[in-house]
């Protein structure tokens, strides 16, 4: 494990984004071509994404969060209504709920850390209208069991798959046409994310009704593209068709956008590849378990999450992140329960939002430095960091230390 001190190992980065030549020429065209708002690179960039995941219809949008709120409120779920969606997210995910009027209500967490159809059902009352999944870290929900139960109480199902380009399920890309029976899928192409524009993302259905509604929905409700304003009534003529927002992507960001699309089979390749690394330096170790796989080849490797056993160790996950910033790592969580929150924590009281197998993981939860770029020596230097602080700290080692020699 190349054996260094940790004083001397270079800083190895949570995350650093996979940038090349071919994004930054398409970035400079895009700027010396005099249009820089929605054209013709981000319709481009749409008739691809559609291309790969087999959805029908793909809207590029200025993050996930715009698309999961342009999906709802197309779909009209509004005040009254009860949307059931993970604990276990980014704030984004509840917020778009809100926005929209809706009461978010939490079902708790399999074993994978994805949502429990099983809670999910527990949770349906008469107000439900809709199933919010989130692929968390890339391992696919299991759709086929939240497709049943959504089709058996009458819900939509819009998908949050800001984890999950380059996941499958079944053998299907997310979001694929006659993979599912959810409504809409939405994806971030933020800067952490597997591909990316900066900001940005994308909305996808294989309802045509409801992509043309988002798409009105998605610039001020505006009739048309600025970029494709004539109509029977002349040029540059459009009407406003309802209160919509600003959620559009723009020609330069979709234009990191194309070429970053062509390389996601690549990226996800190299992603598995350094999680199957981490994988083998880990596996058998008792402080710690590997983070779930789901089905093989389906798993996009967003993030990779070990879960300590602190009942093995001498001390906390964030102790333990604070001894892999001293070994020059860079780690995150993901994610503080959306109960522990002070925004969210009076509502998540309630009895119908207790998730107790969710709050119990998420001290476990560290996620270490994952990303295409991320070289053979560096993995070497985060395991070896990792398996130096659980040989320093682990339990059974503290009790030999503090029972002295022997006699």
């Given at each position: 494990?190349?054996?260094?001190?940790?004083?001397?190992?270079?800083?190895?980065?949570?995350?650093?984004?996979?940038?090349?030549?071919?994004?930054?020429?398409?970035?400079?065209?895009?700027?010396?071509?005099?249009?820089?708002?929605?054209?013709?690179?981000?319709?481009?960039?749409?008739?691809?994404?559609?291309?790969?995941?087999?959805?029908?219809?793909?809207?590029?949008?200025?993050?996930?969060?715009?698309?999961?709120?342009?999906?709802?409120?197309?779909?009209?779920?509004?005040?009254?209504d009860e949307v059931i969606t993970t604990p276990l997210t980014f704030c984004a995910t509840?917020?778009?709920?809100?926005?929209?009027?809706?009461?978010?209500?939490?079902?708790?967490?399999?074993?994978?850390?994805?949502?429990?159809?099983?809670?999910?059902?527990?949770?349906?009352?008469?107000?439900?209208?809709?199933?919010?999944?989130?692929?968390?870290?890339?391992?696919?929900?299991?759709?086929?069991?939240?497709?049943?139960?959504?089709?058996?109480?009458?819900?939509?199902?819009?998908?949050?798959?800001?984890?999950?380009?380059?996941?499958?399920?079944r053998g299907r890309s997310i979001g694929a046409a006659g993979g599912g029976s959810s409504?809409?899928?939405?994806?971030?192409?933020?800067?952490?994310?597997?591909?990316?524009?900066?900001?940005?993302?994308?909305?996808?259905?294989?309802?045509?009704?409801?992509?043309?509604?988002?798409?009105?929905?998605?610039?001020?409700?505006?009739?048309?593209?600025?970029?494709?304003?004539?109509?029977?009534?002349?040029?540059?003529?459009?009407?406003?068709?309802?209160?919509?927002?600003?959620?559009?992507?723009?020609?330069?960001?979709?234009?990191?956008?194309?070429?970053?699309?062509?390389?996601?089979?690549?990226?996800?390749?190299?992603?598995?590849?350094?999680?199957?690394?981490?994988?083998?330096?880990?596996?058998?170790?008792?402080?710690?378990?590997?983070?779930?796989?789901?089905?093989?080849?389906?798993?996009?490797?967003?993030?990779?999450?070990?879960?300590?056993?602190?009942?093995?160790?001498?001390?906390?996950?964030?102790?333990?992140?604070?001894?892999?910033?001293?070994?020059?790592?860079?780690?995150?969580?993901?994610?503080i329960p959306i109960p522990l929150h002070p925004f969210f924590a009076e509502w998540a009281?309630?009895?119908?939002?207790?998730?107790?197998?969710?709050?119990?993981?998420?001290?476990?939860?560290?996620?270490?430095?994952?990303?295409?770029?991320?070289?053979?020596?560096?993995?070497?230097?985060?395991?070896?960091?990792?398996?130096?602080?659980?040989?320093?700290?682990?339990?059974?080692?503290?009790?030999?230390?503090?029972?002295?020699?022997?006699?």
């Amino acid at each position: 494990m190349n054996g260094q001190n940790p004083e001397n190992r270079k800083f190895v980065p949570f995350h650093l984004p996979a940038i090349g030549e071919e994004e930054i020429q398409e970035v400079v065209a895009t700027l010396r071509s005099g249009w820089l708002t929605t054209g013709e690179r981000t319709a481009r960039f749409e008739r691809d994404f559609t291309a790969y995941t087999g959805a029908r219809h793909a809207l590029a949008v200025n993050s996930c969060t715009a698309g999961l709120h342009l999906a709802l409120a197309a779909l009209g779920v509004g005040p009254g209504d009860e949307v059931i969606t993970t604990p276990l997210t980014f704030c984004a995910t509840v917020n778009t709920i809100l926005h929209v009027g809706a009461t978010p209500v939490l079902a708790d967490v399999g074993a994978d850390c994805n949502i429990d159809p099983k809670s999910i059902e527990a949770r349906i009352t008469p107000r439900t209208r809709a199933i919010l999944p989130v692929h968390l870290a890339g391992i696919p929900c299991d759709m086929e069991a939240i497709g049943a139960i959504a089709r058996r109480h009458n819900l939509f199902v819009v998908e949050d798959a800001a984890h999950a380009i380059g996941s499958f399920y079944r053998g299907r890309s997310i979001g694929a046409a006659g993979g599912g029976s959810s409504d809409a899928v939405a994806w971030s192409f933020y800067a952490t994310k597997n591909i990316t524009t900066g900001e940005g993302g994308m909305v996808t259905t294989n309802n045509p009704d409801l992509a043309a509604r988002m798409k009105v929905l998605c610039l001020h409700g505006i009739s048309k593209d600025a970029w494709n304003r004539y109509t029977e009534k002349g040029s540059w003529y459009y009407e406003v068709l309802e209160p919509g927002f600003k959620y559009n992507l723009s020609d330069l960001q979709s234009a990191i956008g194309i070429h970053q699309l062509r390389k996601v089979d690549a990226l996800t390749a190299a992603r598995r590849s350094r999680a199957a690394m981490y994988n083998e330096y880990f596996r058998g170790v008792d402080e710690i378990e590997l983070p779930p796989d789901g089905a093989p080849g389906e798993n996009s490797w967003h993030i990779y999450a070990l879960r300590l056993h602190l009942d093995r160790l001498g001390i906390g996950r964030n102790e333990f992140m604070d001894e892999l910033k001293k070994r020059g790592v860079g780690a995150s969580v993901h994610f503080i329960p959306i109960p522990l929150h002070p925004f969210f924590a009076e509502w998540a009281k309630r009895p119908e939002n207790d998730c107790p197998r969710a709050m119990k993981l998420w001290p476990r939860l560290v996620s270490l430095p994952l990303f295409p770029g991320l070289r053979d020596e560096q993995v070497d230097a985060v395991a070896a960091a990792v398996l130096e602080i659980v040989r320093e700290h682990s339990r059974r080692a503290l009790a030999v230390a503090a029972a002295g020699p022997a006699r």
